[in-house]
């Protein structure tokens, strides 16, 4: 594996994973002018930092002697990753946990021009300076120290992936039900504004024109009678409409159940807010979804107040 064995690109690959939290860490947190965990995980370690570091290494060694092949293999290789690796977390947690759409040249929010040419500069920077000195201090690890850290550190490292993978799941489906739900709570609404529209409509026609209308038409058949048709003319008049009402209400009682019932289910899940969740939210402030932005910044909002308390 080029000039160093397996286990030290693992030990580089979590070094570079801190630097890149610390790294994005500070400057999110500048942005917000609060502290951020930046990331995926709880840990501080950005993995996306590390496999690109150890990545750009790859690539470049062969091509080390010209900067030039450096840079343009850091560039190919650092997009590919970011693209592909921002396509793959959309897909299974339903968001992006970064965006550039708002960037010039960019496809898709997973990748831009200035991004990928930083990515270059970055591979320039990271073989030429940072990672000798890393290197060098690995290189001089005493092996049964570095194999400690290995094996603490890996198991740290996947307890906490496969924690943050499972709410990350658990959070995307909850945007995916959210959304849901406030669909169908929308249509039930309409369909019962709709039900008390039509109720009073009907109210309104059935003590006016049809009352107005059968008791005419009574009193010009027999004016000996009128009183008796009319009577009997109203008693139909207000069976039908009692009839009416009845089955108008059943429905708008119906409907109001079930408004009420995906509402509490709602709540619920936009409710569920614990550590890993919240911190999901507030650490990836540039996060964003197409399909379910409102349902991401009612969560959001949430994770604030809650994190305020």
Not at 13 to 32: C, D, K, R
Not at 61 to 82: H, I, K, N, R
Not at 243 to 257: G, R
């Amino acid at each position: 594996m080029y000039t160093y064995p397996w286990y030290h690109w693992i030990t580089f690959f979590f070094i570079y994973s801190f630097f890149g939290w610390i790294f994005e860490s500070t400057y999110v947190s500048l942005l917000q002018r609060r502290f951020v965990n930046r990331g995926f995980l709880r840990i501080p370690m950005l993995p996306l930092y590390g496999t690109g570091a150890v990545m750009m290494l790859w690539l470049s060694l062969p091509v080390q002697d010209s900067v030039v092949l450096v840079y343009f293999a850091g560039v190919v290789g650092a997009t590919v990753l970011e693209y592909v690796t921002g396509y793959v977390m959309e897909k299974l947690f339903k968001m992006k946990y970064w965006d550039y759409s708002n960037q010039p040249f960019n496809l898709h929010g997973y990748i831009c021009l200035s991004s990928s040419v930083a990515w270059g500069f970055l591979t320039i920077f990271l073989t030429e300076v940072i990672h000798r000195p890393i290197a060098e201090f690995v290189l001089g690890m005493n092996p049964w120290a570095e194999a400690v850290l290995l094996v603490v550190v890996g198991a740290v490292f996947a307890a906490d992936t496969v924690v943050s993978v499972k709410e990350a799941l658990d959070l995307g489906k909850a945007l995916e039900a959210m959304t849901k739900m406030k669909a169908e709570l929308d249509n039930l609404q309409v369909q019962a504004a709709l039900l008390r529209s039509e109720l009073e409509q009907r109210l309104e026609s059935v003590s006016a024109a049809e009352m107005r209308a059968e008791a005419s038409n009574r009193l010009t058949e027999a004016k000996a009678d009128a009183a008796a048709k009319m009577t009997e003319a109203a008693g139909r008049v207000a069976e039908a409409a009692a009839s009416f009402i009845h089955e108008h209400v059943k429905s708008e009682e119906a409907l109001t159940a079930r408004i009420r019932v995906l509402t509490e289910k709602r709540e619920t899940l936009a409710g569920h807010m614990n550590f890993y969740r919240r911190n999901l939210l507030r650490g990836n402030p540039s996060a964003s979804s197409v399909r379910f932005a409102a349902a991401l910044k009612e969560l959001r909002e949430k994770a604030d107040r809650k994190s305020d308390i």
